[in-house]
């Protein structure tokens, strides 16, 4: 058969270019591609994911917080200072949600970016990690400098913050890939994703810590409040930027942030491979 | 050993209840440009997603470059170029981006990606168009930037979904004309297609598909040969006029098909057998004299036309 080869393929067909990645540089790909997209269009999510927060630690920090005075709840801290780490924790949820919701249903249904990634050697799987930890990166940047308006308008105790916007990025990250693996279930847009901002997203970001803490609230609501993320990573942030943290409590709230980010990246991936390769 | 780029036998999928292909063999040999003709949900798309190691097979065996798809699916999307039935660019992003980031999932480095960017603009066309976004771009213009996006590895096989599907006459003949330049640079092409032209112009061989199956499989001329006549005479009759019989039509040619709008006469030559039929008393509205297509084949392999 040789011969027939020859004269079927011309010399001068070589093997093609493309190799497999090792996983982490397919990772780095699928960030390398959000980032260009986002390079695009960053100024408007400036408003989104800065100027709204900042407007948020201004509104209740420093104005609803000049009726408030400091005491043993807000560890002798005034009220700015204690409430800034839980912002910080807040604004990465928030951010992880509306990043893990349209997007992603935008990646399979709409733009149909998934699709074209997936048609490449990167894997499903790492298409799913990639947007995650595309998601992780702009809750990181975005929390930086989120970080240097806290120290400016006077909310930050010490370099502690800086171990919140960590504790706070976790904690979105844990959230993101949970939200984006339920965003990989959704086969429509319908009300799906309203009534999730209505009956999960709101209702933590009001009683899971960020305003005041959750012995506030009455006995038989605080173990819902256990439950969600938000409140391991504000107890987390928050303990971290006032320097009050012990440390039992900070690794049970590492570990069950880890544990959950855990589950949501199992989740994510397997809900990608699903929709991507029937 | 076989030397085939694509060899699958018994080859199914099923999804749930539905059984899309029910267990075709294929072998595609290198340089071969290879088409599956056959209706919408004759199981052409699932059998290209197979191929394209995007969905695992339900049963038989396939072997895609020697490789099988569901143990070195990677390695084998990473020497393979695919051009979707639906254009899945990143309509935000600029001609040129969109050929950049997708050659970097291949691992090129970014001054090879920048480097083939610039051909591969050439190649289809699009340099003067380079810096636009996506989204305005007319249909055929998008089409051929996705192809060229396909060939950002310097594919060893191409695998085309309906690669014409929704353009005007004029872009489609403008896209087989590069998808010819890639056959005679070798690039092994796979095609799906509903329209018989399309398979005529660009196919060496081609298999015929309905319902999950393959009915038929040949060069083009070939299955001309064997399931049709030389010549085919249309008659064409208004909605509710009188038409001669079918089997009556029958006996002046090799065999008669009759749709809704129209009756076919078989025949190897097409003048004799409409002068027959006409002075039998058969009124057609009009009628022509045609050379047999592969649109004739499929009618005779599965009763139906091709394009409803």
Redesign the interface.
């Given at each position: 058969m040789t011969q027939g080869d020859s004269e079927r393929a011309p010399a001068g067909l070589a093997r093609a270019q493309g190799r497999v990645l090792p996983g982490w540089r397919a990772v780095l790909m699928v960030m390398e591609a959000f980032w260009i997209w986002y390079k695009r269009g960053w100024r408007a999510t400036v408003v989104s994911s800065v100027l709204q927060p900042v407007l948020f630690l201004l509104a209740f920090g420093v104005g609803f917080g000049s009726l408030v005075r400091g005491g043993v709840a807000t560890g002798g801290e005034p009220y700015l200072v204690y409430l800034a780490p839980g912002l910080l924790a807040m604004t990465a949820v928030q951010t992880a949600a509306f990043e893990s919701t349209y997007p992603v249903l935008s990646g399979f249904k709409w733009q149909q970016v998934y699709w074209g990634m997936s048609a490449s050697p990167i894997s499903p799987g790492q298409v799913a990690v990639g947007h995650l930890c595309w998601i992780a990166a702009r809750m990181l940047s975005s929390g930086a400098v989120y970080v240097l308006v806290i120290a400016l308008v006077g909310g930050a105790a010490g370099f502690g913050i800086v171990a919140a916007l960590l504790a706070a990025t976790l904690c979105g990250a844990a959230f993101s890939a949970l939200t984006m693996a339920f965003a990989a279930c959704v086969q429509h847009e319908g009300s799906a994703f309203a009534s999730y901002f209505r009956f999960v997203l709101i209702p933590m970001t009001l009683f899971a810590g960020t305003f005041f803490p959750t012995s506030q609230l009455p006995a038989w609501l605080q173990p819902v409040a256990w439950v969600t993320p938000l409140w391991h990573g504000t107890e987390l942030a928050r303990g971290a930027a006032l320097g009050t943290l012990h440390w039992w409590p900070a690794l049970g709230h590492l570990a069950y942030l880890l544990v959950l980010l855990l589950i949501g990246v199992v989740l994510v991936r397997w809900r990608f491979s699903v929709r991507l390769a029937r | 050993m076989s030397?085939a780029l694509i060899q699958a036998r018994g080859l199914a999928k099923r999804?749930g209840a539905v059984q899309a292909v029910r267990g075709i063999d294929l072998d595609v040999?290198?340089?071969?440009v290879f088409g599956f003709l056959g209706p919408n949900g004759a199981g052409k798309s699932s059998a290209m997603?197979m191929i394209?190691c995007?969905?695992?097979r339900s049963a038989g065996s396939l072997q895609v470059l020697g490789m099988d798809p569901d143990v070195d699916?990677?390695?084998i999307?990473?020497?393979?170029g695919?051009v979707?039935q639906?254009d899945?660019?990143?309509?935000?992003?600029t001609v040129r981006?969109n050929l950049e980031?997708?050659g970097?999932?291949?691992?090129?480095s970014r001054s090879?990606v920048r480097a083939?960017a610039g051909e591969l603009l050439e190649f289809a066309q699009l340099t003067d168009r380079e810096h636009d976004p996506v989204d305005p771009l007319s249909g055929g213009m998008k089409r051929r930037l996705t192809i060229a996006?396909a060939l950002v590895?310097?594919?060893?096989l191409l695998l085309l979904d309906e690669p014409t599907t929704g353009l005007d006459p004029q872009a489609r003949h403008l896209l087989w004309g590069r998808l010819y330049r890639l056959k005679?640079?070798?690039?092994?092409q796979l095609i799906t297609t509903h329209y018989m032209d399309e398979a005529e112009q660009l196919c060496d061989r081609l298999v015929v598909m309905d319902r999950g199956l393959i009915s038929a499989e040949g060069s083009p001329a070939a299955l001309i040969e064997r399931y049709s006549t030389r010549e085919v005479v249309e008659l064409r009759f208004a909605p509710d006029a009188p038409r001669p019989g079918l089997a009556e039509l029958a006996a002046m040619a090799e065999r008669a098909e009759e749709l809704p709008d129209r009756i076919l006469l078989y025949a190897a030559d097409g003048e004799a057998a409409l002068g027959a039929a006409l002075r039998a008393g058969a009124r057609p509205r009009a009628s022509l004299v045609r050379r047999s297509s592969l649109e004739d084949v499929f009618l005779r392999l599965t009763g139906r036309s091709l394009v409803d």
């Open positions: - | 030397d999804f040999s290198p340089g071969e997603r394209a995007v969905s695992p699916g990677p390695a999307r990473a020497r393979i695919v979707p639906q899945n660019l990143d309509l935000e992003l981006q980031v997708y970097r999932y291949f691992g090129l090879r083939r996006r590895n310097d594919p060893e005679q640079r070798g690039v092994t």
